[in-house]
């Protein structure tokens, strides 16, 4: 008589793989939920009476919608608080992270299509000495930075955190690392029918590395939106200041009204997520797309 014997795991049913799958989604999703807890908080109590913030139970959704918290906010309607001027806070905030966006991706661009693609003496040596930066911790130049800075007479000035955001190591890794996996053929092409080397940069390279690129453009963004420490040492005058700055002094001015706290805090947040929403496709793809060279 014949005897079949079965295959490990022909014999398992859709299901016993299935029921893993849905209970790890299920656990991500709370766990997801919960991180987004303190966000919805923030949002209901920046739309709260200042009575109403720490009332218990919470109230997710307010029973009357207070706009006057953000109008307070954006001194919209009444006497310009000097020390926290949200309107011009903001501006300024956007005019250097446009700078520093366009700035670091054209160099790390740049940078990157030098180290992967020509061919010069000691070109890994001067990659790893430049790379090898990124371990020096930024607080450790803000002395060397302010001396600099006072001797070039920019203290007091925007471009003292323009000139270092234009740089990055992390973007010129990142780019370094995408144009490695590019073919040489592409390049060779583009000699061949007479292109300069920058306009194969510009018309070849940069075209096909518009995911990597945006990638770059938002993680800029971010920490330039973020950059609190260097502000506060480099901009002494409320005019020039950011919104970190201007954040930190409403709260320090309005540190018992919980509503307008919350109301501030929310309208910091929203240059970050109209970049995240229009570049967030992006983002895993250009990050991930020089991680393995082939």
């Not at 656990?27 to 209901?44: D, G, K, Q």
């Not at 890994?124 to 060397?144: A, D, E, G, K």
């Not at 007479?194 to 940069?201: F, H, M, T, V």
């Not at 770059?216 to 480099?234: K, P, Q, R």
């Amino acid at each position: 008589m014949l005897q079949f014997t079965k295959k490990p795991g022909l014999g398992r049913k859709p299901n016993e793989k299935l029921a893993p799958r849905v209970i790890w989604t299920i656990v991500i999703a709370v766990l997801a939920f919960l991180m987004t807890i303190p966000f919805f908080w923030m949002l209901s109590a920046s739309m709260k009476y200042e009575t109403d913030v720490m009332k218990l139970p919470i109230e997710w959704i307010p029973k009357y919608f207070n706009i006057d918290n953000y109008k307070e906010v954006w001194n919209i309607g009444g006497a310009a608080k000097k020390d926290y001027h949200f309107a011009l806070a903001y501006f300024n905030s956007i005019k250097i992270a446009i700078i520093n966006v366009t700035g670091a991706v054209l160099t790390s661009a740049l940078a990157g299509y030098a180290f992967a693609k020509l061919k010069f003496r000691g070109r890994n040596v001067v990659f790893l000495l430049y790379l090898s930066t990124m371990m020096i911790p930024s607080q450790i130049t803000i002395i060397p930075k302010f001396v600099v800075f006072k001797q070039l007479g920019l203290i007091g000035t925007h471009w003292t955190l323009i000139l270092p955001g234009i740089f990055t190591i992390t973007g010129t890794f990142l780019m370094r690392q995408y144009f490695m996996q590019v073919p040489d053929e592409l390049r060779e092409s583009g000699r061949i029918d007479g292109a300069s080397e920058l306009r194969i940069w510009w018309q070849i390279m940069l075209p096909i590395a518009k995911a990597s690129l945006a990638a770059l453009g938002m993680m800029v963004f971010l920490w330039t939106w973020n950059n609190y420490l260097d502000a506060l040492v480099f901009l002494p005058n409320w005019k020039l200041y950011t919104i970190p700055l201007a954040l930190t002094n409403f709260i320090e001015e309005s540190s018992t009204q919980y509503a307008l706290m919350m109301a501030a805090a929310a309208s910091a947040l929203v240059p970050v997520f109209i970049v995240f929403i229009a570049g967030q496709k992006f983002f895993v793809k250009g990050l991930t797309a020089g991680a393995v060279k082939g």
